[in-house]
């Protein structure tokens, strides 16, 4: 599945088990900020 960071728009791959693992927070590799990705 893929994702956006809503701060600057970097779409990324993210597995179900990455999200189940924080509760749907990951952080953006470009800008690291934490968002929610469900």
Do not use: D, S, W
């Amino acid at each position: 599945m893929q994702t956006q960071c809503p701060h600057c728009h970097t779409r990324f791959r993210i597995t179900e088990t990455q999200l189940n693992m924080a509760e749907g927070y990951v952080r953006c590799g470009v800008c690291k900020e934490v968002f929610n990705a469900h």
